[in-house]
């Protein structure tokens, strides 16, 4: 079984960065995409960004293009997302989730193929 934690999250004003983190545990995520996804008040769980275990793969969400970078490292079992020029509309509750599976398409992925989930960190950015 894997546990995933997340960290890093909190408030910060428009235009400001933040950067978040999740720790993996249980086993070995060889192979595994890691994924950030984030669910807005009201609103649909959606995809940010992932990266596949090489960190030679990465997606994004078009919202978020140019602002956010994934990163992961694998001997350390972390996955980091860094967060810039963060809007308003970033505000959520941001996921770590993890899954292994060679057709993962990032973006169109279901969401509810996702093998292991974090709890969340919230993310507020204020106008």
């Known amino acids: 079984q894997v546990q995933l934690v997340e960290s890093g999250g909190g408030l910060v004003q428009s235009g400001g960065s933040l950067r978040l983190s999740c720790a993996a545990s249980?086993?070995?995520?060889?192979?595994?995409?890691m994924a950030w996804l984030r669910q807005a008040p009201g609103a649909e769980r959606e995809f940010v960004a992932a990266?596949?275990?090489?960190?030679?793969?990465?997606y994004y969400t078009g919202s978020i293009k140019g602002r956010f970078t994934i990163s992961r490292d694998n001997a350390k079992n972390t996955v980091s997302l860094q967060m810039n020029s963060l809007k308003p509309e970033d505000t959520a509750v941001y996921y770590c989730?993890?899954?292994?599976?060679?057709?993962?398409?990032?973006?169109?992925?279901?969401?509810?193929?996702?093998?292991?989930w974090g709890q969340g960190t919230q993310v507020t950015v204020s106008s």
């Open positions: 989730a993890v899954v292994r599976d060679p057709n993962y398409s990032g973006p169109s992925y279901p969401l509810y193929l996702y093998d292991h």
């Open positions: 990266i596949d275990w090489s960190g030679g793969r990465t």
């Open positions: 249980g086993r070995s995520l060889r192979n595994y995409f």
